[in-house]
């Protein structure tokens, strides 16, 4: 990182980026930054907790805003939107990085990153980020276990991912439909549950996904009740474990035909 003098970090506060944030502060010190996408799609809780780690660090953090939800890809939201949707990001970041002097961008993708359906890495990659992690084999685990040796607050958090993952490909992304997922997800995680996703599906469906299913089942009136005040008329709990990418399922049929 020292030897590649200037660089911006694309930074959403999450674990990957935090700890990127901090090792480029470490070795490059004012001449490292923090670019942060501030977007519908992005939790607000996020972009809070992101704001108090930034300063925690000690790293200069810029906040871009992003109106992504008039573009095309989340309208149609197709199986490579994130592809399109980094596209669109990265190339935001460079006019960003160019006009503030920054030639080198890079991102928090781990090596376990390629493991997974990952259509914004090929983006990425196509698009020049440098994504260190990977370059040098450090996959999620080591992330967290850096992160904690290095004290930095939130190494223990779940990750949390774009909105956009919680809506089955080709049924459109709203603001409306957006807003709902997230006070939905905050009110869960208000109730204690750590790991939370609530999938919205067509007809206003909501498939709640938490750690602790049978937990969530002693308090399904409470959930049921604010659910419905949120918009959703079908409150659904997932049997299955907690588990990320679960929507990349619909890929995988949509390949087989």
């Known amino acids: 990182m020292a030897r590649r003098g200037r660089l911006v970090v694309l930074y959403s ?4 980026s935090t700890l990127l944030a901090k090792l480029a502060y470490d070795a490059l010190d004012k001449d490292a930054a923090a670019l942060t996408i501030d977007s519908a799609v992005v939790p607000r809780s996020e972009i809070a907790a992101g ?3 930034a300063t925690e660090i000690g790293i200069r953090q810029h906040v871009l805003l992003l109106n992504e939800l008039e573009q095309e890809h989340f309208k149609v939201n197709p199986p490579d939107r994130c592809y399109h949707c980094r596209k669109a990001r990265d190339a935001a970041a460079w006019r960003w990085a160019g006009t503030n002097g920054y030639p080198t961008i890079a991102d928090g993708l781990s090596y376990s990153d390629l493991d997974d359906y990952r259509p914004g890495l090929k ?5 020049l980020i ?3 992690f990977i370059e040098f084999k450090v996959g999620k685990e080591e992330i967290r276990e850096f992160s904690r040796e290095l004290g930095l607050t939130g190494w ?3 990750s949390v991912a774009c909105l956009a993952s919680r809506f089955p490909h080709g049924y459109p992304v709203t603001r409306t439909r957006v807003d709902r997922v997230d006070r939905a997800e905050e009110f869960l995680r208000g109730l204690g549950f750590e790991k939370v996703r609530v999938r919205h599906f067509p007809h206003n469906l ?5 750690g602790n299913a049978e937990r969530a089942l002693q308090q399904r009136d409470l959930i049921i009740s604010r659910l419905r005040e949120l918009g959703f008329s079908f409150v659904s709990l997932d ?3 907690f588990a990320s990418g679960k929507m990349n399922r619909t890929v995988d049929q949509q390949t087989a035909g």
């Not at 506060?13 to 990957?16: A, E, F, K, T």
């Not at 909501?206 to 938490?210: G, I």
């Open 206 to 210: 909501a498939v709640v996904e938490v």
């Open 239 to 241: 049997l299955e474990e």
């Open 123 to 127: 983006a990425a990659t196509e698009d």
């Open 51 to 53: 704001r108090a780690l």
């Open 130 to 132: 440098w994504h260190p």
């Open 13 to 16: 506060g999450g674990l990957d």
């Open 156 to 158: 223990d958090r779940p």
